[in-house]
Nanobody
Framework: QVEVVESGGDLVQAGGSLRLSCAAS????????MGWYRQAPGKQRELVAD???????KYADSVKGRFTISRDYAKNTVYLQMNSLKPEDTANYYCYARLRLRKTPFLSDDYWGQGTQVTVSS
């Protein structure tokens, strides 16, 4: 009923930039939070950034000043602009959307994408 699809992952040199996109589609009543997590091999999944329906943002300390999250509310899409990339940013990046379905507008749940790989070479 709901699909969350990421795109934009790639191989990039240190110091470079990438822009990730994520779109949620389906029988959606409303979306509260959209955001990005990442998981590197052998490490736990960690929050990178998220953005609420009101536009409030939150960032991991490790990406503050380098990454910017934004959202197109009309398109149910979230973006992650990543600048000054470092090898330690290498990970699979997962998008999520905390949303309510049309058939159950009083229930909120998280829906995840399949992930997009970002590799930063030194």
């Amino acid at each position: 009923q709901v699909e969350v699809v990421e795109s934009g992952g790639d191989l990039v040199q240190a110091g470079g930039s990438l822009r990730l996109s994520c779109a949620a589609s389906g029988s959606i009543f409303s979306i509260n939070v959209m955001g990005w997590y990442r998981q590197a091999p052998g490490k736990q999944r960690e929050l990178v950034a998220d953005i609420t329906g009101g536009g409030s943002t939150k960032y991991a300390d490790s990406v503050k000043g380098r990454f910017t999250i934004s959202r197109d509310y009309a398109k149910n899409t979230v973006y992650l602009q990543m600048n000054s990339l470092k090898p330690e940013d290498t990970a699979n990046y997962y998008c999520y959307a905390r949303l309510r379905l049309r058939k159950t507008p009083f229930l909120s749940d998280d829906y995840w994408g399949q992930g997009t790989q970002v590799t930063v070479s030194s």
